[in-house]
């Protein structure tokens, strides 16, 4: 069986989904994606489990769940047993990723701005990493003989940044800061579709999950936020990043062959967010975790903030980092407020799954191991009735234990896996701090630092002359696309990826002289390396800068 002499496009539009997509391609706003599925197979993406950047684009990359792939949230502990959390980044994998395997096979990629790819992999080819690069300073881009070329030709290449609390004056400069880093992007793309010989190419843009994540309150009628006056000046910014991105998936596909395979995804899709829970607190309440009796207090923002108005960038960046150290290490939030030997369960990460600080496992662990399917079926049970007191909805849309929902499952998995329901998120006690809130008695605050989030409803898109033009998806997932991706160039599908090949959209013709066939692949994926202290400092600002802390 021969390779095929397909070339694949991927173009990821972060955050993406058909509920803002679809009245805009019903009036013809987005033409070049309108034609793509006019051409070719489309439909909902189910992201991963939990539906956040880390893992769901770690699973497009690698073709398996975050349970068999490490990388689950932002942040957590990296060890089973561990209650030490640093800030994940592409060393942590435990599963290789698509285009280190095409490399194996002799096949050359470019790989742009994927999230969660610092840092970048040794591929035959060019690899400029995500948002997980540190800083400039940092060794983001292979081969580093490519930096020099990158910066020419964007006229600088640019990091992400936005202001942390935005206010209403802030808020039209940060959408041109969004439309900026999207031409940047755009740039080196560009150039590296002219320059390289391919046969994986793939960009991310991340403008439509940072618009949907702060301007969609000024769409939403119904959001708590929202009012007639902002949305007279700012209620079209989430659909001008839909619409800037169709414009540049155009001028981008006019410098490809028409024989090149396209796939358009996303890695998740959203949704507003209303109300955020105060999971420690509820979990605190409950008697299920104890605080520490004098936890280190948030450090308010205004001094580093100030100091900061009046340094130049890097000494203000910096400066930041510095000041919003806690303890001197610049480590994610960690556990240090939480009293362990008075703890049975508490969060880890950002989105609020639960690990059972169970004996032997451990350093402190309280719940012996003959109690720890009954405390999960207790809290499981309980988590699933909670609601909102204003209108009787749940805050939690599903819970599971972990195996139920990975099918291979490393040891430092969060014992409880939780999807939030449409319309809230958790909300650490933490950020409250860092906003400048006092918390309400309740589980529950209209305060948090977005006005919209992530839900599990992506987009994927293929169009090509191997891809049947109409077709839909039968519940494809995101660990599909890899998968697919190697069928369709030719490649055996490697037999530890959880996902499947979409055949349904691929052509009878293809599929008889390209039958997906399965081989077992060298799994070695090296040593992991941690986030020096001063790029841990940078990761903290940045996603603090975001709202992901």
């Given amino acids: 069986m021969t390779q095929s002499n397909n070339r694949v496009m991927v173009f990821g539009m972060d955050g993406a989904t058909f509920d803002i997509m679809q009245p805009l391609l019903d009036a013809g706003r987005l033409p070049n994606l309108a034609r793509l599925i006019a051409h070719g197979a489309s439909g909902t993406l189910d992201s991963s489990v939990p539906e956040l950047s880390p893992p769901a684009w770690t699973s497009f990359m690698t073709g398996v769940t975050p349970g068999a792939h490490g990388v689950n949230d932002f942040f957590g502990p990296v060890e089973a047993g561990s209650y030490e959390t640093r800030f994940f980044n592409a060393s942590y994998r435990r599963r290789p990723p698509l285009w ?9 990629s470019c790989v742009l701005n994927v999230p969660f790819t610092f840092p970048p992999d040794p591929i035959n080819g060019v690899m400029v990493s995500g948002m997980d690069t540190p800083s400039l300073e940092s060794a983001f881009v292979h081969p580093p003989e490519f930096r020099d070329e990158l910066d020419r030709v ?11 609390r935005l206010s209403r004056r802030a808020v039209g400069r940060y959408a041109r800061s969004i439309e900026e880093i999207t031409e940047n992007r755009f740039r080196a793309a560009a150039h590296l579709l002219g320059r390289e010989s391919w046969d994986l190419f793939v960009v991310v843009f991340e403008a439509t999950d940072r618009a949907q994540h702060n301007f969609w309150k000024f769409r939403d009628p119904v959001h708590p936020e929202y009012n007639a006056r902002d949305h007279a000046r700012y209620g079209e910014l989430v659909e001008r990043a839909y619409e800037d991105l169709d414009r540049r998936l155009g001028e981008l596909l006019a410098l490809v062959p028409e024989d090149v395979t396209l796939c358009v995804m996303s890695d998740h899709g959203f949704g507003p967010l209303y109300k955020g829970v105060r999971l420690e607190h509820w979990l605190a309440r409950e008697g299920y975790l104890r605080r520490a009796a004098a936890p280190r207090a948030p450090r308010p923002p205004a001094l580093r903030e100030r100091l900061g108005a009046l340094l130049p960038g890097p000494a203000r960046r910096l400066a930041r980092a510095l000041l919003g150290r806690r303890g001197g290490a610049a480590l994610p939030p960690g556990l240090e407020a939480f009293a362990m030997a008075g703890t049975e369960v508490f969060p880890v990460g950002g989105y609020g799954n639960l690990v059972i600080n169970l004996q032997g496992r451990q350093p402190q662990g309280v719940v012996p191991e003959s109690e720890y399917e009954p405390l999960r079926a207790r809290l499981i049970a309980a988590l699933e009735e909670l609601r909102d007191p204003d209108t009787g909805a749940r805050l939690i849309e599903q819970v599971w234990r972990r195996e139920e929902v990975y099918p291979h499952c490393l040891a430092q998995t969060p014992d409880i896996i939780i ?27 209209t305060a948090h630092r977005w006005s919209g989030n992530h839900l599990p409803n992506g987009v994927l898109m293929l169009a090509g002359p191997d891809i049947v033009p109409g077709a839909g998806f039968d519940e494809a997932a995101i660990i599909d696309v890899a998968p697919t991706l190697m069928a369709l160039l030719g490649e055996p599908v490697p037999s530890h990826m959880d996902g499947r090949v979409l055949t349904e959209a691929l052509t009878p013709d293809f599929l008889a002289r390209h039958p997906p066939r399965s081989a077992d692949y060298d799994l070695d994926i090296g040593e992991t390396r941690p986030f020096s202290e001063a790029e841990s400092a940078c990761i903290n600002e940045r996603l603090k800068d975001l709202g992901y802390l």
């Fill in 154 to 164: 964007t006229g600088g290449y640019r990091l992400e940044r936005v202001e942390r």
């Fill in 100 to 108: 280190s395997l095409l490399s194996a096979r002799g096949r050359r």
């Fill in 419 to 445: 999807r939030w329901s449409p319309g809230y998120y958790c909300v650490g006690e933490q950020e409250l701090g860092f906003l400048g809130i006092r918390p309400t008695p309740g589980a529950l605050t």
